[in-house]
């Protein structure tokens, strides 16, 4: 057995300090003094032979292998707190409500939850979506996870980066393939409400001339761009992982042009006021984290 694994309570005190940020706050969930926190992330770290946390003068932040090493470490506790449950105590399914974008949902996440159900078949997922980015105030506390599309610049919570991103163009399977970037100019193009920028971004990067009015349809989400893009509607932009898996599940689009970095990630929310991670948010947290990385590489 490798000597470097560690004892369970530092692992519990690192996944709630990774959470929270805060040593403080660490310790009052677990019952611990912050001094406590402290000497157990210390050990955790020494045992390890790697810096966990960044510490600055009034704030946590985790180095790149405190990341990756939180989401391993809450992954496992969730598997022991599940295993245990179903082993020891009334084993009842559990349900997750995960707030999502309505195209992240439709396009993407919706077709890879079946995935997670064959891993955990006693966590059931209640999927819900919203069009824009901010959801409704009488939304804001009952999503057991949720994750938003922006720059991780949100106020009422902790943002941590899924993904990174990329915008390709997309037309229908039918339709005859732009040979050059300049063709798309040619239109018909559509454009999505809230992104009316990326074509004007997409033409700029490729030092060509582009006005709004070239734009024939405008669209509010995604999944309506992608439709009228298979009925021959014309061109849109969009997220390359939303055209590849729409591709792949045979909806007639077809990517075409090359794909452009794009200013916006997906995002964990993690809200200020959230407690102790329940065991089943742990393991979909982990598992979102798994699928967005396959994805991007």
């Not at 809450?74 to 020891?88: C, E, N, P, V």
């Not at 969009?238 to 590849?244: H, I, N, S, W």
């Not at 929310?269 to 982990?286: C, D, N, T, Y």
């Amino acid at each position: 057995m490798d000597e470097r694994l560690s004892n369970l309570t530092w692992l519990r005190t690192f996944e709630a300090a990774a959470r929270l940020l805060n040593f403080t706050k660490t310790g009052q969930e677990l019952g611990l003094t912050q001094t406590a926190v402290s000497l157990h992330i210390r050990a955790l770290e020494a045992r390890l032979g790697s810096k966990l946390f960044y510490r600055q003068a009034r704030r946590l932040e985790l180095t790149e292998v405190g990341q990756a090493y939180a989401l391993t470490v809450r992954q496992a506790l969730g598997d022991i707190a599940l295993a245990t449950t179903r082993l020891f105590g009334a084993e009842t399914a559990q349900t997750l409500t995960v707030r999502v974008p309505v195209s992240t949902s439709a396009l993407w996440l919706a077709h890879l939850l079946p995935e997670f159900a064959a891993r955990h078949p006693a966590i059931n997922i209640r999927l819900v979506s919203n069009i824009w980015t901010a959801p409704e105030p009488r939304d804001d506390m009952d999503a057991d996870v949720e994750i938003r599309l922006g720059q991780g610049n949100w106020e009422d919570g902790t943002a941590l980066r899924l993904s990174q991103e990329t915008i390709v163009p997309v037309c229908a399977a039918s339709r005859e393939q732009p040979v050059l970037v300049s063709e798309l100019l040619q239109g018909p193009l559509i454009h999505i409400l809230g992104y009316e920028d990326h074509w004007a971004r997409y033409f700029a990067a490729h030092e060509l001339p582009y006005a709004s009015e070239h734009a024939r349809f405008s669209v509010d989400t995604t999944v309506s761009a992608l439709q009228l893009v298979a009925g021959g509607g014309g061109y849109a932009t969009v997220l390359a992982r939303f055209a590849k898996l729409s591709i792949t599940r045979g909806m007639g689009i077809a990517i075409a042009g090359p794909e452009m970095p794009f200013q916006q990630s997906h995002y964990l929310i993690r809200r200020k006021a959230s407690g102790p991670l329940r065991p089943e948010v742990q393991l979909f947290e982990a598992w979102l984290t798994e699928i967005f990385a396959r994805s991007d590489d």
